[in-house]
């Protein structure tokens, strides 16, 4: 895989090394915030793994420290970590082998501009999609990619959850994100903080409503998305 395409759907805050187990400070920092918003929208009475245990899965894990700080609190929940960085594959791995509940699987390498159905997914199979910090920090075609495959891939009713800084009507705010945003687009003219206006317009040109929005610590936002 070429360099280029390594980074189109992904960024980390340092340099990465295959094999090696990974710690982001801001993973560290956020994956508390993030999970108790999803403890108010996963849906699981299973303490263990079975033929009706929901699949959730990750676009862009990282280093895998968000999975591997959800899973063990839904132990019926099955998680499905993905990277298109196979440089990262080592450090999710590290993590869901590390796993005491055992209900991550392997990661894929995965670049979300492509169908699932590649990659073995079929369509209407996913309970629940999650995605952080990378609509930001990837070219636009990776968040159209990802709307597309949640509209396709995710069950009636299932829900996308998506989490980073998002501007609205236009407007960032407040001056953190504006100068975020800046450093972003002179880094590569092709990321940059989104407006929720485009992505509300994303979600309805492939059948996602976004039904709540949750304000986080650091000025970023968790959003939830219902297919319909």
Request: proline share 7%.
């Amino acid at each position: 895989m070429s360099k280029s395409k390594n980074i189109a759907c992904s960024f980390h805050e340092n340099e990465s090394f295959k094999g090696e187990k990974l710690i982001y400070p801001a993973a560290s920092r956020n994956k508390e915030p993030i999970l108790q918003v999803l403890k108010r929208f996963l849906i699981c009475d299973l303490d263990h793994l079975d033929d009706e245990s929901p699949l959730f899965v990750e676009v862009a894990s990282g280093s895998g420290q968000h999975v591997a700080h959800f899973a063990p609190y839904f132990p019926g929940v099955k998680f499905q970590p993905t990277e298109v960085d196979e440089d990262l594959l080592g450090s999710i791995s590290y993590y869901a082998q590390n796993c005491p509940t055992k209900n991550i699987l392997p990661p894929v390498q995965l670049d979300i501009r492509t169908k699932l159905s590649h990659y073995g997914f079929q369509e209407d199979s996913i309970d629940y999609m999650y995605n952080a910090n990378m609509i930001h920090i990837s070219p636009y075609e990776c968040t159209i990619g990802l709307f597309e495959n949640a509209g396709a891939y995710l069950k009636p009713d299932a829900l996308m959850i998506t989490y980073g800084p998002y501007g609205k009507d236009g407007v960032i705010t407040p001056a953190s994100n504006v100068e975020f945003d800046a450093s972003l687009r002179a880094r590569d003219p092709s990321w940059g903080v989104r407006d929720l206006k485009d992505l509300i317009k994303l979600g309805e040109e492939n059948s996602l409503t976004l039904v709540d929005t949750v304000e986080m610590p650091a000025n970023n936002k968790t959003l939830v998305w219902k297919k319909d």
